[in-house]
């Protein structure tokens, strides 16, 4: 038998687990709850519903590992390669004396990092002067043309063109389409502001894109557009997103648009108030007409009664007084005398028979009633030729809508996550969820085979 030497007298010696158990304890008291900022790698998702992955940046990496009761709360879905935010606890993992770290709560850290460029961008533009209120253009009244900056197969190009069709269809439209999400979306906005406001076919410009996330809307964040729009002599409405979104387009724009419907709303005026006003104006000048010839038949009542006080008659009578008080000095000249008084009297009659007051009003009344007539027919002409206009321009917009396409049996496919359009069976997958849209209406579908190329012969 071997003989072991007997142990130092107050010696500690720990089994490997209790020497874990230490450890898993001092780390725990000494790292309080903080927060890590990694990209998620070997991420691994057993039927346990835990979730165990790895952090890492460019330098060093540690195990991490999130509960059940932890990730369920979760509002979004780690993957690998995604940039997170995690905060959690420093801990050991007993059986294999392994540092890690338990994550309690996980978020996107590329939203993060998105809100702290647009403050950063915001804050450079505002210094700079690209929000002044004071350098912000006056829109028109009344738009002769409007020009759309906007995806050409999104929901806000509808919403647009519905608003203007019920309110202001007589005015015409001119679209720029562009992509408004992706990696070439600020170029083509930035292209696209510039070409309508240096082509200057429209006095006012809408910009506007439906709702999303920061990054879907990121495109309107962008410097290069932001100076598009603040250098631009049009003057431009922002309708990006919800109400509750804001880009920096929005602060640059001259107008700012809870969304792209109420952008379309603001700028254009309503054709039945218009023709409410058309009306009211109408009265108001038929009233004015009336007044008009109320005054006019005072006056003449007036100087009616005026000349009245002062009859040729009256003078005549005054003068033959005076004649036969100077009759017998004047004898001689009393003939002389009573011719020209004669004389005087039928001139005095006949100036009075050329000013009749009842010729006057004859004339008067005959200019009004022209007046009226042409009033009337240029009111009718008017609105003649704004209807033809009107129709004009409705038959042309129905000629290019996409929505006769689909009245003639063809469909549009898209992927019902991606929103994107399918335009070739190749792009088809085995269990992908397709969204068919036919003419009165969409069916949500999912491929059960694999898809195969027809031939391509037309029966």
């Not at 294999?96 to 961008?121: N, P, S, T, V």
């Not at 042409?374 to 129905?398: E, G, T, V, W, Y």
Request: include cysteine.
């Amino acid at each position: 038998m071997l003989n072991h030497p007997p142990s130092p007298p107050n010696r500690t010696i720990l089994s490997v687990a209790e020497l874990n158990a230490e450890v898993n304890q001092l780390l725990m008291r000494g790292f309080p709850l903080l927060w890590v900022e990694a990209e998620i790698s070997n991420l691994a998702r057993p039927a346990s519903g835990h979730l165990y992955f790895t952090l890492k940046d460019k330098k060093s990496q540690i195990r991490s590992a999130m509960f059940r009761n932890r990730n369920m709360k979760l509002n979004i879905k780690p993957e690998n390669g995604m940039k997170v935010l995690v905060r959690g606890r420093v801990g050991l993992y007993e059986p294999r004396g392994e540092y890690q770290f338990i994550a309690e709560h996980m978020e996107d850290a590329g939203i993060g990092q998105l809100q702290r460029e647009f403050e950063a961008l915001k804050k450079k533009l505002s210094e700079a002067g690209l929000f002044d209120d004071n350098k912000k253009k006056a829109l028109p009244e009344y738009p002769k043309r409007i020009a759309i900056i906007t995806s050409p197969t999104g929901a806000a190009i509808r919403d647009i063109l519905n608003v203007l069709k019920r309110r202001s269809p007589q005015t015409p439209v001119l679209i720029y389409p562009v992509n408004v999400q992706g990696d070439n979306a600020k170029g083509q906005v930035e292209a696209a502001i510039r070409r309508a406001d240096e082509e200057d076919s429209c006095d006012v410009i809408i910009v506007a894109r439906g709702g999303g996330s920061i990054e879907d809307l990121w495109c309107f964040n962008e410097e290069n557009v932001a100076k598009a729009i603040y250098h631009a002599k049009t003057p431009i409405v922002c309708g990006v997103g919800h109400e509750i979104d804001f880009t920096i387009a929005d602060f640059v724009a001259d107008l700012r648009a809870p969304t792209p419907s109420a952008a379309a709303e603001l700028i254009t005026a309503d054709v039945q108030q218009l023709l409410t006003d058309v009306t009211q104006n109408k009265v108001w000048l038929q009233q004015q007409i009336i007044n008009n010839i109320q005054e006019k038949q005072q006056k003449l009542d007036w100087l009616t009664a005026r000349l009245d006080l002062q009859k040729p008659s009256t003078k005549v009578q005054q003068q033959s007084q005076r004649l036969d008080e100077v009759t017998t000095r004047l004898h001689l000249q009393q003939q002389t005398l009573f011719k020209n008084k004669t004389l005087q009297l039928e001139t005095f009659q006949a100036r009075l028979q050329a000013n009749q007051p009842l010729k006057k009003l004859t004339e008067y009344k005959q200019s009004l009633d022209f007046l009226t007539t042409r009033l009337s027919r240029s009111i009718n002409n008017r609105l003649n030729k704004d209807q033809a206009r009107f129709s004009l321009q409705m038959a042309k917009l129905n000629s290019i809508s996409p929505l006769k396409t689909l009245e003639r049996g063809y469909s549009i496919t898209k992927d019902s996550q991606t929103n994107q359009l399918i335009s070739s069976v190749s792009e088809i997958k085995n269990a992908q969820n397709l969204t068919i849209r036919f003419k009165d209406g969409e069916i949500n579908t999912r491929v059960i085979a694999e898809a195969t190329t027809p031939n391509s012969d037309v029966s």
